[in-house]
T-cell receptor, first 114, second 110 residues
Framework: DGGITQSPKYLFRKEGQNVTLSCEQN?????MYWYRQDPGQGLRLIYY???????QKGDIAEGYSVSREKKESFPLTVTSAQKNPTAFYLC?????????????FGPGTRLTVL | GQQVMQIPQYQHVQEGEDFTTYCNSS?????IQWYKQRPGGHPVFLIQ???SGEVKKQKRLTFQFGEAKKNSSLHITATQTTDVGTYFC??????????WGAGTKLIIKP
C-alpha cells in the first residue's frame, strides 16, 4: 500500500524541549513538504524539499529544522525557539515532473506543548 | 508573491441545499487544485483544472476555471452530511509549491 505515514498521531511535550516529527513516504516522490495548521485556519508552509540533501525555508521556518538524508524520509524538528508550537503538523509529498503534481498528505501529528 | 483569495470563510447550509466556494487571483493562474479536509483529517486532492473555461464534474461536485484563468469555483449540489469539511483551493507555482487559499468550511445545520 503506497502512502505517507506520520508518527506519532498525538504528541505532548514540555515547554523548552525539542521534538522530532516523523514523515515517511513510499510513493517515490521527489518533493516533500511540512505544513502547520492552527485551529480553523489554512495551511502554512514550514519547509520543503525537492531533492535529497536539499531543502528550502517556507513562510514560517523560524523555530523549525528539517533534514532530507533519504528520499523517503523528511523529519521535522520543532525546537525550543518556536514560540507557539502547539498545532497540527501535516507532511505531504508530490512528484516534480509532468503537469499533475497534486500533494498527498499524511494523517498529521497533533503536537501539544504543556 | 502570488496570492489566492478564497470566500466565504464559512457557509452554513441545510442538508439538501447547494454550496459554493470561490477562489480569486489578481494574476493569471496556470492551474488550480481543489482539496477537501474532513474534520480532524488531512487534505485530500479532489481535482486540478488547467484550461481556460474548463468545467469538470464529480458526481454532485462541479468545478469551474474562469475564462481569464483568474478565478475558480467549486459547487456542490444538494449537500449531504458526508460533504462536511473545509474545501481549499491551491495554485501550483514554478517550484512545485502550492499557494493555498484560506479555505471555506461547509457546515450542515442540524
Amino acid at each position: 500500500d503506497g502512502g505517507i505515514t506520520q508518527s506519532p498521531k498525538y504528541l505532548f511535550r514540555k515547554e523548552g524541549q525539542n521534538v522530532t516529527l516523523s514523515c515517511e513516504q513510499n510513493l517515490n516522490h521527489d518533493a516533500m513538504y511540512w505544513y502547520r495548521q492552527d485551529p480553523g485556519q489554512g495551511l502554512r508552509l514550514i519547509y520543503y524539499s525537492q531533492i535529497v540533501n536539499d531543502f528550502q525555508k517556507g513562510d514560517i521556518a523560524e523555530g523549525y529544522s528539517v533534514s532530507r538524508e533519504k528520499k523517503e524520509s523528511f523529519p521535522l524538528t520543532v525546537t525550543s525557539a518556536q514560540k507557539n508550537p502547539t498545532a497540527f503538523y501535516l507532511c505531504a509529498s508530490s512528484t516534480t515532473s509532468g503537469n499533475h503534481n497534486e500533494q498527498f498528505f499524511g494523517p498529521g501529528t497533533r503536537l501539544t506543548v504543556l | 508573491g502570488q496570492q489566492v483569495m478564497q470566500i466565504p470563510q464559512y457557509q452554513h447550509v441545510q442538508e439538501g441545499e447547494d454550496f459554493t466556494t470561490y477562489c480569486n487571483s489578481s494574476t493569471t493562474l496556470s492551474n488550480i487544485q481543489w482539496y477537501k479536509q474532513r474534520p480532524g483529517g488531512h487534505p485530500v486532492f479532489l481535482i486540478q483544472l488547467v484550461k481556460s473555461g474548463e468545467v469538470k464534474k464529480q458526481k454532485r461536485l462541479t468545478f469551474q476555471f474562469g475564462e481569464a484563468k483568474k478565478n475558480s469555483s467549486l459547487h456542490i449540489t444538494a449537500t449531504q452530511t458526508t460533504d462536511v469539511g473545509t474545501y481549499f483551493c491551491a495554485v501550483r507555482d514554478s517550484n512545485y509549491q502550492l499557494i493555498w487559499g484560506a479555505g471555506t468550511k461547509l457546515i450542515i445545520k442540524p
